[in-house]
Every structure is written in C-alpha cells, then in structure tokens.
C-alpha cells in the first residue's frame, strides 16, 4: 500500500475550492457561492495538506477531522462532493483506528525502520487496506474533481 497514492487524493481537496476567489477579498468569495468561513476553514486544511504531503502524517487525522466542516460549510454546487470525498477519508481514517495503526506508523513500518506489531490484528488491517482502496473509487475521484 503506497502512503502517496492517498496523499495524491487528498491534494483532490484543492479542486473542491471552488466557490473560493482566491484572493483576500471575503465578497468575492461570496460572489463566487462561499461564506467567508467556508474559505478560512479550506486555507486551514490547505496548510494540514502540505503538512501530511512532508510526510508528517500526525496531521493526517485532524486534516481528515476537517472534511465534515467543510462538507458542511461548501456552496450547494459541490456540497454533495464534499461529502462523499468527506465520508471516504474518515472511513479510512476509522478503520486504520479500528486496526491500531495508524497512518503514521503505517510509514515507519513500509521503510522497515519497525515491524509489524506481533499481536496486529490482520482482518482489521485488511479492512483499513480495503478502505484506502476505496479513496480510489470512480465515485470519489469524480468528487474531487
């Protein structure tokens, strides 16, 4: 499992700006169908991207813990992209929990710096895995767009 094939889908998340005129100006954003909040809390997340892009993933699930504010917050014409982009994330983010890994340590394992607890729980490892697959989906991909 590549952690940069699910780093690639969230850098997605800057194609779900629009509604944001990217300038400084809160009435442009306005104009363009986004509140003011809307474009604050995405310049937010942008910064937790990047964070997560370095290869910091202990931003990964407050990055994640995001999405539904701003799936909340989205003008209507790509509120119901938020959240399927939204949903597919925290169900990764879940079910690498569910599995005791997360998605930090799941790069420490991959450079072989450290092995795989003894104890790991493979089901739930495999459902974490099947989850990240799922980011990849038609559906999702088509969100971000």
Same mark, same amino acid.
């Given at each position: 499992?590549?952690?940069?094939?699910?780093?690639?889908?969230?850098?997605?998340?800057?194609?779900?700006?629009?509604?944001?005129?990217?300038?400084?100006?809160?009435?442009?954003?306005?104009?363009?169908?986004?509140?003011?909040?809307?474009?604050? !809390?995405?310049?937010?997340?942008?910064? +937790?991207?990047?964070?997560? /892009? &370095? %290869?910091?993933?202990?931003?990964?699930? $407050?990055?994640?813990?995001?999405?539904?504010?701003?799936?909340?917050?989205?003008?209507?014409?790509?509120?119901?992209?938020?959240?399927?982009?939204?949903?597919?994330?925290?169900?990764?983010?879940?079910?690498?929990? !569910?599995?005791?890994?997360?998605?930090? +340590?799941?790069?420490?394992? /991959? &450079? %072989?710096?450290?092995?795989?607890?003894? $104890?790991?729980?493979?089901?739930?490892?495999?459902?974490?895995?099947?989850?990240?697959?799922?980011?990849?989906?038609?559906?999702?991909?088509?969100?971000?767009?």
């Amino acid at each position: 499992m590549k952690i940069s094939r699910m780093i690639a889908c969230a850098v997605a998340v800057s194609a779900l700006a629009a509604g944001c005129g990217g300038g400084d100006d809160d009435k442009a954003d306005q104009e363009d169908g986004a509140s003011s909040t809307y474009c604050t !809390d995405l310049k937010s997340v942008a910064s +937790d991207i990047k964070r997560v /892009q &370095s %290869g910091k993933f202990d931003q990964f699930g $407050d990055m994640v813990g995001k999405f539904p504010t701003l799936a909340d917050e989205a003008p209507e014409s790509i509120k119901e992209d938020w959240q399927i982009f939204s949903q597919a994330f925290l169900n990764v983010e879940k079910k690498f929990a !569910d599995s005791g890994i997360s998605l930090g +340590d799941l790069a420490v394992y /991959q &450079s %072989g710096e450290k092995k795989l607890p003894k $104890d790991l729980d493979l089901a739930k490892l495999e459902a974490a895995a099947t989850a990240y697959r799922g980011i990849a989906t038609e559906k999702v991909v088509a969100a971000s767009k």
